[in-house]
């Protein structure tokens, strides 16, 4: 069946730096979307791509969607204690609402 | 609006045990399913439904039962609860149609002994 990765697992970052998590699917997505959940939270929805090669910011938030929709990757650029929590991207194939989601990468961010 | 509410948020079961995970919504979301949470491994589907009467099940059925009988509710039914089924479970909806976003209930907190 359908599998989506994510690396890293875990990311330590210092106050002011960069974070990036990446996301490969073994299929390839109709869209890909991302979640975010905060510590003992429920994932919440931030964005989603849909077409080959698309790139959407939200604030300091860069998502990307690879040429071949088997990819995504989110950036955070200048991270702040408030960017502390799992970031999870969820890959759909089809028409439906069926989701796959990835493992997920828990930033953590030291002051 | 209420969103997406779960009940019990925490639940202590012996193996062996059956018990019903509740999940409402009143968004009048067409699509809902079943996420169970365990470290490492993301958010894994259990089972979904598109609509009253139909549902279907996702990459980690075994163990679980759902009903679809309203548009409103979805219940996850464990039939004898296994150590394995620890975990934190995730009901989630969204309106019918490719890349509607997911609403997240709160979760369950499932700990079997």
């Known amino acids: 069946g359908q599998q989506v990765m994510q690396i890293p697992q875990y990311q330590h970052v210092q106050e002011g730096e960069d974070f990036t998590t990446y996301c490969n699917s073994s299929?390839?997505?109709?869209?890909i979307q991302w979640y975010k959940q905060r510590p003992g939270g429920h994932p919440v929805f931030l964005i989603q791509l849909v077409k080959s090669g698309e790139v959407k910011k939200q604030k300091r938030l860069t998502f990307q969607f690879g040429e071949a929709k088997k990819n995504s990757s989110l950036h955070i650029t200048a991270t702040q204690t408030t960017d502390v929590g799992t970031y999870f991207c969820a890959g759909g194939t089809g028409g439906g609402n069926k989701l796959t989601f990835g493992t997920g990468t828990q930033l953590k961010v030291e002051l | 609006n209420a969103g997406v509410t779960q009940t019990p948020k925490f639940q202590v079961l012996k193996t062996g045990q059956s018990m019903t995970l509740q999940c409402a919504q009143d968004?009048?979301?067409?699509?809902m399913s079943w996420y169970r949470q365990d470290p490492g491994m993301g958010l894994r589907l259990i089972h979904y439904s598109v609509g009253a009467g139909i549902t279907d099940q996702g990459e980690v059925p075994n163990g679980y039962n759902v009903s679809r009988s309203t548009t409103e509710d979805f219940p996850l039914r464990l039939l004898s609860a296994a150590p394995s089924q620890t975990s934190v479970y995730f009901c989630a909806s969204s309106k019918q149609g490719k890349g509607s976003p997911l609403h997240f209930g709160n979760g369950t907190r499932l700990t079997v002994t």
């Open positions: 968004m009048n979301h067409e699509y």
């Open positions: 299929t390839t997505l109709s869209n």
